[in-house]
Nanobody, 130 residues
Framework: QVQLVESGGGLVQAGGSLRLSCAAS????????MGWFRQAPGKEREFVAA??????????YYADSVKGRFTISRDNAKNTVYLQMNSLKPEDTAAYYC?????????????????????WGQGTQVTVSS
């Protein structure tokens, strides 16, 4: 069983930055596909970013709404995945969730679909004021 714990959320003004962290327990974290999703009040959970597990090539995926502003990364030595969020907008306000999948993900749909992930954190709130 893997536990995921997010941190780093908070209140920030539009144009500001935050870095979210997701610490994972358990073994073989380096093989996990990891993703970030978010959910705003009254809206469905949506994909934000994902990163592949260990392999010859690292794959990155981003929602169109965050491309160029958000960066996902991982530190396997620390069992942690990060989401660096720059140029934040009020529409980025949401609860952000970290998700993990212990097996290889094949293709864009796998990385970006919440049902592909087996483990979820409790979420961390990000609020961007205008």
């Amino acid at each position: 069983q893997v536990q995921l714990v997010e941190s780093g959320g908070g209140l920030v003004q539009a144009g500001g930055s935050l870095r979210l962290s997701c610490a994972a327990s358990g073994r073989a974290f380096n093989t996990y596909t990891m993703g970030w999703f978010r959910q705003a009040p009254g809206k469905e959970r949506e994909f934000v970013a994902a990163i592949s597990g260990s392999g010859r090539t690292t794959y990155y995926y981003y929602a169109d709404s965050v491309k160029g502003r958000f960066t996902i990364s991982r530190d396997n030595a620390k069992n942690t995945v990060y989401l660096q969020m720059n140029s934040l907008k009020p529409e980025d306000t949401a609860a952000y969730y970290c998700a993990g999948r212990p097996t290889y993900c094949s293709g864009y749909k796998c990385y970006t679909t919440s049902q592909s992930y087996n483990y979820w954190g409790q979420g961390t709130q990000v609020t961007v004021s205008s």
